[in-house]
């Protein structure tokens, strides 16, 4: 079921490590193929990072294969799921019968417990996050209308964007998973500023709406011992607790962030000043 496990990261595993190793450890990518469902595993908070694209047809999460005890039982029988539409087109999700459009930039929280999830749109790009949840809460599509999106930065510094919190407490209730969509605006390239850190929760990133010609640089590692990875459009990284995660891009992007963890505080984190990193 999965085509790939990605193991946590110790800090001392970065220390001379090579670039091809750092990307064979980080990151994730081919996740959008046309007409399937690939899902990959991150022992970091226990993610599940896939994407569903149904090129006219309509895709089924698929159910477990292992262990044994759980052959055939559905993926979410002990988690939760976020998706969100990054294609161009509308789509379609149907969560045990019920049908729930998703245009682009739109976002649905599905419970534990669901037994039956199927993707379609010809357009449409699903990007799905899952991690263990303790409760069910309610079967909710947010917009960005929802959230309330909220403006950072400013062009002078490169950075102004728009933060809608898809995925949190005071906007849709989870167990554990926090996710949200930023998108910067033109003539900005830099994200998460200022950078930080939340040594409680582990987050993922989606970098897309980049031509196939652009890259994110994506900055990671200890503040004082940063490395990086060149990204390309629907590239994943997986950012381990420890880990600053911050980038800039060759023209202005997208990206979804996702967390799981200790606790659904958004402003849990460590700010870092720039003149701390090196």
């Avoid at 694209?53 to 993926?75: I, M, N, R, T, Y």
């Avoid at 669901?114 to 699903?126: H, L, N, Q, W």
């Avoid at 930023?182 to 939340?198: A, E, I, K, Q």
């Avoid at 989606?206 to 890259?215: C, H, M, P, T, W």
């Amino acid at each position: 079921m999965f085509t790939r496990t990605y193991h946590a990261a110790h800090p001392e595993m970065m220390a001379g490590v090579s670039n091809e190793a750092l990307r064979d450890r980080h990151l994730v990518s081919g996740l959008f193929r046309d007409g399937e469902i690939v899902l990959t595993y991150s022992h970091g908070e226990r993610f599940v990072i896939g994407g569903a694209v149904p090129a006219g047809k309509a895709l089924a999460l698929p159910a477990q294969d292992a262990p044994a005890s759980v052959a055939g039982h559905p993926l979410l029988e002990r988690r939760e799921l976020g998706v969100v539409n990054i294609g161009a087109g509308a789509g379609l999700v149907t969560v045990d019968g019920e049908a729930i459009p998703l245009a682009k930039y739109e976002a649905l929280y599905v419970p534990m417990g669901s037994r039956e999830v199927t993707f379609a749109g010809d357009g449409a790009r699903f990007y799905l996050l899952s991690v263990p949840a303790h409760a069910p809460f309610p079967l909710r599509k947010v917009t960005a209308a929802d959230t309330s999106p909220f403006r950072r930065g400013a062009l002078e510094t490169s950075n102004q964007r728009t933060i809608c919190q898809l995925i949190l407490p005071h906007v849709c209730q989870s167990a554990a998973l926090c996710l949200g969509l930023t998108r910067l605006d033109p003539g900005s390239v830099w994200n998460t500023m200022p950078p930080h850190v939340h040594e409680r929760r582990s987050e993922i990133y989606l970098y897309f709406d980049l031509e196939a010609e652009d890259r994110v640089f994506h900055y990671m590692g200890q503040p004082d011992d940063l490395r990086h990875l060149v990204m390309q459009n629907e590239d994943v990284v997986i950012s381990p607790p420890w880990s600053v995660h911050m980038g800039a891009g060759t023209r202005n992007y997208s990206f979804i962030w996702a967390m799981a963890g200790e606790n659904l505080d958004y402003e849990d984190m460590d700010v870092i000043d720039l003149c701390q990193l090196r």
